[in-house]
Antibody, heavy 118, light 107 residues
Framework: QVQMMQSGAEVQKPGASVKVSCKAS????????VHWVRQAPGQGLEWMGW????????NYGQKFQGRVTMTRATSISTAYMELSSLISTDTAVYYC???????????WGQGTLVIVSS | DIQMTQSPSSLSASIGDRVTITCRAS??????LAWYQQKPGKAPEPLIY???SLESGVPSRFSGSGSGTDFTLTISSLQPEDFATYYC?????????FGPGTKVDIK
């Protein structure tokens, strides 16, 4: 069965970076884009961007341009999302999700809580 | 960017009620519209794709309709496990955007 398994919770200081991993299993990793979506406490869902695991091509949301880096390691079927220059409003649960087609997100990771606090 | 709105933002309903949630896009998205259900502390789960196609494993009491800018999600007979927040999302172009959510709770 398809699974997206994310790394554990993180606490980072303002100005630091965080790197979240997402290990895919149960399907051919390079055949589906991986998207990243975040959710601040008590708030809605915010799309951050995608990576094409086959080519490494990326598409970032404008809000995150210059601060986010999405990469992948095809040998271990894992996608990564690194967010730099963290501020308190980056405190959120970060989800990876596989997309079918342009952007229907059919399988999600369990989420990774990132807390930014001094 | 295409912006998404939902109404109502919350509703209270009883078991067995028919529930309808509306989603509107700021410009036409064809049929590139999905619905997700999210329970507290859990990741969203897909319900509907392509505006009206039921995702595998989703109960048939869920249905979606619409095209262009106006869409609806209907739960024909609300069950206890349906109390959750529902989000629409377009995937016509990038950036993807989600609606603000509709919280369905117990009357």
């Amino acid at each position: 069965q398809v699974q997206m398994m994310q790394s554990g919770a993180e606490v980072q200081k303002p100005g630091a970076s965080v790197k979240v991993s997402c290990k895919a299993s149960g399907y051919r990793f390079i055949s589906y884009y991986v998207h990243w979506v975040r959710q601040a406490p008590g708030q809605g869902l915010e799309w951050m961007g995608w990576i094409n695991p086959n080519t490494g091509d990326i598409n970032y949301g404008q809000k995150f341009q210059g601060r986010v880096t999405m990469t992948r390691a095809t040998s271990i079927s894992t996608a990564y999302m690194e967010l730099s220059s963290l501020i308190s409003t980056d405190t959120a649960v970060y989800y990876c999700a596989r997309s079918r087609g342009l952007g229907f997100l059919d399988f999600w990771g369990q989420g990774t809580l990132v807390i930014v606090s001094s | 960017d295409i912006q998404m709105t939902q109404s109502p933002s919350s509703l209270s309903a009883s078991i067995g009620d028919r529930v309808t949630i509306t989603c509107r896009a700021s410009q036409g998205v064809g049929h590139y519209l999905a619905w997700y259900q999210q329970k507290p502390g859990k990741a969203p789960e897909p319900l509907i794709y392509a505006a009206s196609s039921l995702e595998s494993g989703v109960p048939s009491r869920f249905s979606g309709s619409g095209s262009g800018t106006d869409f609806t999600l209907t739960i024909s007979s609300l069950q206890p496990e349906d109390f959750a927040t529902y989000y629409c999302q377009h995937y016509d172009t990038y950036p993807l955007n989600f609606g603000p959510g509709t919280k369905v709770d117990i009357k």
